[in-house]
């Protein structure tokens, strides 16, 4: 069975490149089940409401977020009514929405989803390693394929995040950086994991960011209104093939589909 995930899509670049072929990318991997990490759709930060349900209609059957969750007010009671969109499970547990889902894969598969969001630079309000074992039993009690998207700055972190959960998930997921490592791998307990997916959008930039804007505010130090690129489009991400029936990894390949 193969579950295919789609890097952070950034801005309209990247939700048109995966609505024009996200339907015929499953068909082509032969996928049972996509989950793309939406958290820079709505120009470059934060996702609304009407953008996640853009991302489900293009082929997404779950979405992940991360450190941009809260950035626009509407998402708040989307996410708390949503069974398909998931944020970072360390934010706050008084904030709406689970950091757990679970949806279907083609052949009838129950896929667990689970987010969760490192410390370095992001500073969630609880740590990862607090909650992802008690979310993991959760998940394993429905379900032996388990993808955990880690929506973090510090390859360290990614990296032993993996390790700690080898042999308990499907794969672990690395998010944020949107540079794509060249790490894929599945480990000896038959936990496939890449570092980080990459960016589904413009790689013209900075990434994501329109390349001038973002070096002007690192050279001047001065304020500076980012703006989402438009070259270069890409849609990236892994692809995991799995047992369905023991959720052990059999490979992961990294995804990179030039667009158009
Ligand atoms: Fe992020």
């Known amino acids: 069975m193969n579950i295919l995930f789609i890097a952070d899509v950034v801005g309209r670049p990247g939700r048109e490149a995966l609505e024009q072929s996200l339907v015929s990318l499953r068909e082509e991997l032969d996928v049972a089940c996509c989950i793309v990490n939406g958290e820079n759709v709505a120009d470059g930060v934060g996702i609304t409401p009407k953008l ?19 950035r626009r007010a509407e998402i708040a009671p989307y996410l708390g009514a949503s069974d398909r969109v998931v944020r970072p499970a360390n ?3 008084s904030a709406p929405g689970r950091g ?25 309000p609880r740590s ?18 388990v993808l955990v998207d880690v929506h973090a ?8 995040l993996a390790r700690w959960l080898d042999g308990r998930v499907t794969a672990v997921i690395g998010t944020h950086t949107h540079v794509q490592t060249s790490d894929a791998r599945v480990q000896p307990g038959g936990t496939a994991a890449i570092t980080d997916a990459g960016m589904t959008g413009p790689h013209d930039s900075v990434i994501g960011v329109k390349a001038e804007l973002a070096t002007h505010r690192m050279r001047t130090g001065m304020p500076v209104r980012f703006e989402v690129a438009e070259g270069g489009v890409r849609i990236e991400g892994a692809l995991v093939s799995c047992d369905p029936a023991t959720g052990r990894a059999a490979s992961i390949e990294p995804v990179r589909v030039p667009w158009p």
């Open 52 to 70: 996640a349900e853009r991302l489900l209609a293009a082929g997404a059957d779950a979405i992940t977020l991360g450190n941009h969750t809260w």
């Open 91 to 93: 934010l706050s547990s």
């Open 100 to 124: 757990l889902a679970f949806v279907p894969a083609t052949d009838g598969t129950k896929v667990a989803v689970l987010n969760v969001m490192g410390s370095l630079f992001l500073e969630p």
């Open 128 to 145: 990862m390693w607090e909650v992802v074992d008690d979310l993991v039993d959760e998940a394993r009690a429905t379900t032996p394929v």
């Open 153 to 160: 700055e510090a390859t360290s972190e990614k990296v032993a």
